[in-house]
């Protein structure tokens, strides 16, 4: 459990923030770190345990169906990555602490950090392919947030949006590989998956499932052509840069490449992609970083670089390149965060970062500029410093290759390029900021920033310094471990500044002489590249995203031009062709299974739903007649139910037929009583060809399975029902326990529905029709006398049964559901003979928080069998001995019934009961001359309202819409 709590203590730090907000500044920042401070604490305590041999997991089952497991590991690639997330992130939020203004919401900015964070650890930590990639998408999510934090920034809105673009289509690619991948191995453990490697690289799918997979890895890891999003990712404040874009979120793909290395990275087609799409990144990053004027800029194309740089040693895939790629991870995180911090103190103290605007910095910033010359340093690969020892070992690496046969030399020679690239920009970046004579006077007076915004940066340096002297001693044991978790296999390897005179030494010794001499010519260099035509990719990006939306757009103009008929037949036209193409591949339509004889009823069943349902249609153009034929169909339909022994679907569907038809008759009551006809003879014949058409194929379709033995499963549930959940009515079985988290979904829905009705129909304003169709006067009798006595005699009757149908619903027909809808169908009768104003004097009690107590004792039921070790939603149940009832069976799934009845009820009550508050008197006024504004203007012919209760809800609001004409809505 102790693995559990590193990713779990960085969850709660996410709230921390929100809680710690109002008690200062330093407060929040100190609490802040302090879970993940614990988390890093219980990292560095597994060390022993890795040591050993040992490889801390933990696995709980979370959706076993899709073969998602809550599954984590902390083996030395995840220690490396780990450290680097939780220790490198430490930092930052105590530099942020001084970076952000005092009133910028540094509150939100943690929260969205400590997001970011557990995401980070998440990848890094998760033994499942599904687990790996939700968290690979909330990086996405979390970074999004990040770079967008000065959202009132047009730059930082683009830039984020531009990042999530990439990085979002990335992790779809992702997802299909992951996808292929498990099926390939049949699991998505992944230990299972890096042990599979025969199996993978034997598949015919290898190839296309790779590609999926470094899209992925590429589009994160901002590798060429999908470098573009990370320069304009700048936009986000300094210490998001320093974190996730040296340290974390860009190194994910980098992180991904490595962890399945033993199971994709045995192939040349690994071997090609990989390292020549790293070798592109590494000069196309390391020549822009040379051109650039901004010191962000600069920073964002040398990570690019050395992004570049890693991915061409894991591409080149020998156990000193894996070690390579690893170690320069490490020193990458510990220079170019320094960096960018160190620019962020150079931008927070002079308020400028074009270089041209900066220059002679030493004097006022000495302490600064030393820091920044120790890591810039390092970055450029100077002996002595820990950037030197990687890239020496890069330089090693691509002469020991044989990737390009032939032509292998051409991969040291593109190797010493970008190195003598990457002296020349980390030359530029410290001289012409430090000892350059400045252009121009900065905004702000330079100076020193304060001491603790500094110690990150001192405690970084210290690191390339330290590191860079004593390699074998402060770093050989975490990269021993790395590696092993690579190669599967341990590496013997030893870590020196002095490998004596050879090549690799030569070559960075020629990149630093060289390099000095680039930065040397660099006017000459920018002269030459100002004769190529400069591209924006961040127009670039935009002119595509505004090209698809015109396309989208375009198209979308096309198919919706506002006819709902030619919607339902697009719609119906593609069901009729799927419907047709699976008739047409069967060899005969009739199957071997004998059919039911035809007797009277049926018939004449069947010929009563065909009238209500042509004669639907036929009338629809008068309301009232068409309803009273949709409703034939609906009672027919629970008919045919009870005649196939389906009592339970025969009740719920007669109790939704008597609600739908309340609600159709409220809605309807605001609309022409008479419409128009709209449609022309043509289209009349098209509907007719399609219905008829559509209703035959589908017959056809409906009569060869009725005709053909098929595989159900209702055989488990049938021989399930009793042992498995304690109940004889296997319908409702199925629904509040073999299926119960879909039932848990729908009557949440419901609730939702019912409550964004309640908002709109709240306080909605509208006029009643006066008349009917005719023109006749509605009845002065708004509350016949015998509607009022029949309603009040069959109150307690409906509740009664209702009360009968719920507690039977268990083992015979019924259920919460059924028993819902009569409650409700009582209460609204109700309501239509006494009144809104009658009623709520004596229903005093809102239904909101009945449908929202419904959804939340379904939820408690369910979160109730964890308490017992077993999964959400299982049931329990039993026989008792009740006094002075006898012996009874009881199950916790009749407190999820209680809970879907209470929904059910809740959200019904809410929206047939706020509809029929549109035909009360609370009607709203206007402004007429001569009439005071509390008068209410009541349409001609009808008489005064009764006085309104004083405690019914009352319309403040004067402004109401016009009454509508008879022939427009």
Same mark, same amino acid.
């Given at each position: ?58 696995? %709980? ?69 599904? %687990? ?61 998956? %890096? ?127 894996? %070690? ?646």
């Amino acid at each position: 459990m102790t693995l559990l709590w590193i990713p779990l203590l960085t969850l709660l730090g996410v709230l921390i923030p929100a809680f710690t907000t109002r008690r200062g500044r330093g407060f929040c920042t100190l609490a802040t770190a302090t879970l993940p401070a614990m988390a890093l604490l219980l990292t560095l305590s597994q060390v022993p345990a890795l040591l050993d041999g040992e490889l801390p997991r933990i696995a %709980l089952p979370w959706l076993p169906s899709l073969g998602l497991d809550l599954a984590f590991r902390l083996d030395g690639l995840s220690l490396l990555f780990a450290i680097l997330i939780l220790g490198i992130g430490l930092l930052i939020i105590f530099y942020a602490h001084f970076y952000l203004a005092a009133k910028e919401p540094y509150g939100r900015f943690y929260t969205y950090l400590i997001l970011f964070m557990l995401s980070m650890l998440g990848i890094v930590m998760a033994d499942n392919l599904l %687990l790996l990639w939700l968290f690979w998408e909330l990086t996405s999510l979390s970074s999004f947030l990040l770079i967008g934090y000065w959202s009132h920034w047009t730059d930082a809105r683009k830039g984020a949006r531009m990042a999530m673009t990439v990085t979002g289509a990335g992790g779809l690619a992702l997802l299909a590989g992951f996808l292929l991948l498990g099926d390939m191995v049949g699991s998505f453990d992944l230990g299972v998956v %890096l042990s599979s490697a025969d199996v993978i690289l034997a598949d015919p799918r290898y190839p296309i499932m790779l590609v999926l997979v470094l899209l992925g890895a590429f589009t994160k890891s901002a590798q060429f052509p999908f470098q573009f999003w990370l320069p304009h990712a700048m936009a986000a404040p300094t210490p998001v840069s320093a974190y996730l874009h040296s340290a974390t979120m860009v190194k994910a793909g980098i992180f991904l490449m490595a962890r399945l290395h033993p199971a994709l990275g045995d192939s040349e087609l690994w071997g090609w992609l990989v390292t020549l799409t790293g070798m592109a990144t590494f000069l196309y990053g390391a020549w822009f970083a040379l051109l650039k004027t901004d010191l962000k800029a600069i920073l964002a194309f040398s990570t690019v670089s050395h992004l570049g740089l890693i991915t061409a040693l894991l591409g080149i895939g020998s156990p000193m390149a894996i %070690l390579a790629a690893l170690f320069h991870i490490l020193n990458h995180a510990t220079f170019k965060g320094a960096l960018f911090m160190s620019a962020g103190i150079i931008d927070h103290e002079t308020g400028a970062r074009e270089l041209g605007k900066l220059g002679g910095l030493r004097r006022a910033m000495p302490i600064t500029a030393l820091l920044t010359s120790i890591t810039a340093a390092s970055m450029a690969g100077v002996p002595l410093l820990n950037g030197f020892l990687s890239k020496e070992m890069f330089f090693t690496e691509t002469l020991n290759t044989a990737l390009l046969g032939g032509l292998g030399w051409l991969l040291p020679v593109l190797a010493t390029l970008g190195g003598i690239l990457s002296v020349a920009y980390s030359l530029r970046l410290v001289h012409s900021v430090f000892f350059k004579p400045a252009k121009e006077a900065p905004p702000k007076s330079p100076h020193e920033p304060p001491r603790l915004m500094r110690a990150p940066v001192e405690f970084l340096a210290t690191l390339c310094v330290v590191v860079g002297l004593f390699p074998a001693v402060l770093a050989t044991g975490i990269l021993d471990l790395a590696t092993r978790a690579v190669l599967h296999e341990p590496l013997d390897f030893h870590l020196a500044i002095w490998h004596g005179l050879n090549l690799p030494l030569a070559m960075s010794l020629a990149a630093l002489v060289i390099g000095v001499a680039t930065y040397g010519l660099h006017q000459h260099v920018r002269r030459f590249a100002r004769q190529f035509t400069s591209v924006d990719s961040r127009r670039v990006f935009e002119g595509c995203i505004q090209r698809l939306v015109a396309s989208t757009q375009t198209l979308t103009r096309q198919l919706e031009n506002g006819s709902l008929q030619r919607y339902m037949s697009l719609l119906l036209s593609a069901a009729l062709l799927l419907a047709a193409l699976g008739v047409v591949q069967l060899p005969e339509l009739a199957g071997s299974k004998a059919t039911q004889s035809l007797d009277s009823m049926l018939l004449f069943g069947a010929a009563l739903m065909i009238f209500g349902a042509i004669g639907t249609v036929v009338t629809h153009r008068y309301r009232l007649i068409s309803l009273l034929m949709l409703s034939v169909v609906g009672l027919v339909v629970s008919l045919t139910f009870a005649r196939f022994s389906a009592p339970d679907l025969a009740l719920t569907q007669l109790s939704v037929e008597v609600v739908t038809m309340i609600l159709l008759m409220l809605a309807l009551f605001f609309l022409p009583q008479k419409t128009p006809q709209e449609s022309s003879a043509g289209r009349t014949i098209r509907d007719l060809a399609l219905a008829g058409t559509l209703g035959m194929v589908v017959a056809s379709l409906n009569y060869a399975v009725l005709t053909r033995e098929i595989d159900s499963i209702a055989g488990f549930f049938i021989a399930n029902s009793v042992p498995g959940g304690g109940g004889h009515n296997v319908v409702n079985v199925i629904l509040v326990d073999f299926r119960g988290f879909d039932t848990l979904g729908e009557i949440t829905v419901l609730a939702l529905a019912g409550l964004a009705i309640f908002k709109l129909l709240n306080r909605l304003r509208l006029f009643m029709p006066h008349s009917d169709g005719e023109g006749r006067l509605w009845s002065p009798d708004r509350y016949p006398m015998i509607l009022t006595i029949v309603s009040q005699a069959l109150l307690p009757l409906a509740l009664l049964v209702a009360a009968f149908i719920f507690l039977r619903g268990h083992n015979l027909p019924g259920g919460g559901f059924i028993a819902g809808l009569i409650t409700a169908v009582a209460l609204i009768l109700v309501y239509m003979a006494r009144g809104v104003d009658w009623t709520q004097a004596r229903l005093d009690f809102p239904y909101q928080p009945v449908a929202i107590g419904g959804v939340a004792i379904a939820t408690l039921t369910g979160l109730g069998s964890w308490l017992f070790g077993r999964p959400f939603l299982t049931s329990a149940f039993g026989h008792f001995h009740i006094p002075l009832i006898g012996d009874i069976e009881l199950a916790t799934a009749m407190l999820f019934d209680l809970g879907v009845y209470l929904a059910v009820v809740g959200a019904t009550l809410m929206i047939l009961a706020n509809l029929g508050k549109l035909t009360t008197p609370h009607r709203p006024t206007k402004e007429t001359p001569g009439i005071s504004r509390k008068e209410t203007l009541l349409p001609p012919g009808t008489e005064a309202s009764p006085p309104v209760d004083k405690d019914a809800p009352a319309i403040t609001d004067d402004k109401a819409p016009q009454r509508p004409s008879k022939e427009k809505v």
